[in-house]
């Protein structure tokens, strides 16, 4: 049997607590972190509208207006992104189909 001093035991015992306290708060660290860097992608998500290259106005969503020209597919050459705030509205007010690109 192992004799250990009561005084010992209790260090020991606060030691693996506090050891596992320390485990706990930087899992708790890493998701709270991990958690925080994903949000603002989700938060700040719009519709953009651009001209594709054979004229026609298409859609997508990213997170700014530089994400939406590098996402877009098939974006035309000159073709920029604009914001749509209200998306039947400015379609109705632009159309479908740009004649001269």
Request: glycine fraction near 4%; include cysteine; charged fraction near 10%.
């Amino acid at each position: 049997m192992l004799n250990v001093c009561p005084d010992n035991l209790a260090k020991l015992t606060l030691k693996n607590k506090m050891t596992k306290n320390i485990k706990a708060a930087k899992a708790s660290f890493f998701v709270i972190a991990v958690l925080s860097l994903s949000v603002p992608a989700f938060s700040h998500a719009a519709t953009y509208l651009y001209v594709t290259q054979s004229g026609q106005l298409s859609n997508i969503v990213a997170n700014s207006p530089t994400d939406a020209m590098r996402m877009a597919p098939n974006i035309g050459v000159h073709s920029g992104v604009m914001l749509l705030s209200n998306t039947s509205t400015d379609v109705a007010l632009v159309g479908d189909h740009v004649a001269s690109i």
